[in-house]
């Protein structure tokens, strides 16, 4: 196990400013922390529609652009609708109670609190549920699981009823520090293969309730596991043998990524589309960031360490799966056995890659 393994220069800086955990609270920083992060909800719409334009426009004049700009515009339209202005199916259902007057009698009452009053069925790693809604029950179903920063929820349902009834469906989290549950996206019922990629550790669930009266029989299958393809080729959550946080240098910085084990020469994969930055250091040796998403902005970027050698130049554009370098201990891994050191960084700095490295998730049926 390495103790010589990167951290970039950039995750070095961020570890020398983490706050002191024994630092004495200030009454008045907390406010005004309070404040800035309700100003920047405030904002979080506004800045999404604006970038939403953006993608519009790109969709017009880059047709090579297309795809990757129309995946962020759906993102960017679901984001605005449920965190901006909480229009999920459901709440717009709601809505349609109050306007009947039925908001506060006791038949709308008890469709309102049927969430809160299921029994929620644990999905675990993999879960296959055949169930029914009868029109004399107002209730609602849900089915949990726990996801860590980078995993992915997985699910498909296929409604096999046959009738006019509105099926409301929904993906909800509720971070660990937090009681409220908050939507994450609406689930489709035709029988596609959707899926979330956790964006902050939490317990997930997925929200089954029918309009009034409604009969709808269901089939759901979920499954839970990693969101990216593993950068060493062949290798398994088993070879990394260092992990995130781990010290280094005596303890005066941390391991902001993991080191995975493998031959010199194995080649290492492009985690997802994008473009390619290579580069020599003392510490990271031959070295590779990818950034992913349209001009790279709003995706995260993953650096590749320890290289013995590149099969890309600086500015290609890779597709994921493509083979970006091999596998090697230059840099200040000279002296331990050849592996590469990935790491993620996102807006907030270094993430742990282990959960995004996590098997891919396995659907149960067909």
């Known amino acids: 196990m390495s103790n010589s393994s990167t951290s970039s220069p950039k995750s070095e800086s961020a570890a020398a400013n983490e706050s002191d955990p024994a630092r004495p609270v200030n009454s008045a920083s907390v406010a005004a922390d309070d404040t800035r992060r309700r100003r920047s909800a405030r904002r979080r719409p506004w800045l999404l529609l604006l970038l939403l334009a953006t993608l519009i426009a790109l969709l017009a004049v880059r047709p090579d652009l297309r795809g990757p700009a129309r995946q962020a515009a759906a993102d960017a339209v679901r984001t605005v609708a449920y965190d901006g202005l909480g229009l999920s199916p459901r709440a717009l259902f709601v809505w349609r109670l109050r306007i009947a007057g039925l908001y506060d009698s006791p038949l709308g009452t008890r469709w309102r609190t049927a969430v809160d009053r299921a029994q929620p069925v644990a999905a675990g790693s993999r879960l296959q549920r055949r169930a029914s809604f009868t029109a004399d029950a107002v209730e609602a179903q849900v089915y949990t699981t726990a996801l860590g920063r980078g995993q992915q929820l997985q699910w498909r349902l296929r409604r096999d009823t046959a009738n006019d009834v509105r099926l409301y469906a929904a993906v909800e989290r509720r971070d660990d520090a937090d009681d409220e549950w908050s939507s994450v996206t609406d689930v489709t019922a035709d029988g596609a293969v959707e899926h979330v990629v956790a964006s902050r550790a939490g317990e997930y669930r997925i929200v089954l309730q029918p309009e009034l009266f409604g009969v ?151």
């Open 216 to 366: 709808v029989d269901y089939d759901l299958a979920m499954a839970t596991g990693g969101s990216l393809v593993m950068p060493v080729q062949n290798a398994a959550i088993r070879d990394i043998g260092s992990g995130f946080g781990a010290p280094r240098d005596g303890g005066s910085r941390s391991h902001h990524g993991v080191d995975i084990f493998a031959k010199r020469g194995t080649p290492l994969i492009a985690v997802t589309d994008g473009r390619v930055r290579t580069g020599t250091s003392g510490i990271g040796g031959n070295h590779i960031w990818l950034s992913g998403g349209v001009f790279g902005i709003g995706s995260a970027r993953y650096y590749y360490a320890h290289l013995d050698s590149f099969n890309v130049e600086s500015g290609d554009s890779v597709n994921k799966g493509d083979v970006i370098g091999y596998v090697g201990n230059t840099g200040n891994a000279r002296t331990t056995p050849p592996h590469l050191h990935f790491g993620i960084y996102a807006a907030g700095g270094p993430v742990d890659p282990a959960p995004f490295l996590r098997a891919l998730p396995a659907l149960p049926g067909g």
